[in-house]
């Protein structure tokens, strides 16, 4: 095994993201087929990214909306005054 | 140009940002209902407080009023309004820090190098896919506590790019950073919470303890 974990670790965010070099992403893979940590840690990188890139948007105060939409209005009408609305 | 209410939702965002620069109140509320939820969790996230996240979505949405005829649509409005509610966010830290600097690249703290990155701990398979983890309440839950846990240099860097979406470049961007920068704090921040959700998501039967004698 050329690569070593350390190694390894270095480039896991070229990796997960799929921009490493072609060259790199084969001994990349030549040390996890040998190296069960590393196998499993790249397993759980993807997860984790997975879990937050499908995150639920936080919920929004419904009272806050309202404010939000209140205000933008209110500034609305101050930069265009001619504005029907 | 003034779009009709009923059909509203099927308008593209460039059309609503057409009416809008053109004085379209609607169009703008229209904007503001697509992405409201999302900028509030931005700020929510960026700063870990509902009273701030309010704070900033209002700016930001107040801004991009002011701000809307100098908006060249280089970029999508998204795009345009998550840079200038990351903006207001991160003035919103600068300002509980007293800082006064615009970038966040601090020179006096101690260069973070990729020699000191921490080394994975609790290895072990998960017991869920992230498919079944979505479905339960739980979850969404231990992914805030668990961001909440990490550094703010590093948080701020792993909420643009990898919960929002940025590229690399736009992340660098918004945050005053240089690319490799934002590559080392994001790798920091991806460690750091697959250690805390495998800790609690993995399967102890599967976990893998390394020995010293490892590469
Ligand atoms: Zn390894």
């Not at chain 2, 620069?21 to 169009?27: I, R, S, V």
């Not at chain 2, 398979?125 to 990490?150: G, I």
Request: aromatic share 6%; proline share 4%.
């Amino acid at each position: 095994m050329t690569m070593k974990c350390e190694e390894l670790l270095k480039m896991l965010n070229e990796y997960v993201d799929g921009t490493v070099d072609p060259a790199i992403c084969e001994e990349f893979e030549k040390h996890m087929a040998g190296c069960n940590p590393c196998q499993v840690v790249v397993d759980n990188i993807r997860k984790t990214i997975t879990l937050y890139r499908n995150g639920q948007p936080c919920a929004m105060p419904i009272s806050f909306r309202e404010k939000l939409h209140q205000s933008v209005r209110e500034k609305w009408r101050q930069l265009h005054p001619t504005a029907e609305k | 140009m003034s779009l009709h209410v009923a059909m509203i939702a099927e308008v593209t965002e460039a059309e609503l940002v057409r009416a809008a620069k053109a004085g379209d109140l609607t169009a703008f509320e229209e904007l503001a209902t697509r992405h409201e939820r999302q900028i509030y969790s931005l700020a929510y996230r960026i700063l870990q407080n509902p009273h701030d996240a309010e704070d900033v979505t209002q700016q930001a949405f107040l801004s991009a009023v002011e701000n809307l005829a100098r908006f060249r649509e280089e970029s999508s409005f998204a795009t345009w309004l998550y840079r200038i509610a990351t903006f207001a966010a991160l003035k919103v830290i600068r300002k509980r820090k007293g800082l006064d600097t615009v970038s966040l690249e601090e020179a006096t703290e101690p260069r973070e190098d990729y020699d000191s990155i921490p080394h994975p701990e609790y290895i072990a398979d998960w017991k869920q896919s992230p498919e079944q983890l979505v479905e339960r309440n739980e979850t969404q839950r231990l992914l805030d506590d668990a961001l909440a846990k990490l550094d703010e240099k590093h948080r701020l860097v792993f909420v643009l790019r990898d919960v929002e979406g940025l590229s690399v470049t736009e992340t660098a961007e918004a945050l005053g950073l240089t690319e490799s920068n934002v590559k080392m704090r994001l790798l920091r921040a991806r460690l750091q919470l697959r250690e805390e959700l495998t800790r609690t998501l993995g399967d102890p039967a599967t976990r893998i303890v390394r020995g010293h004698h490892h590469h």
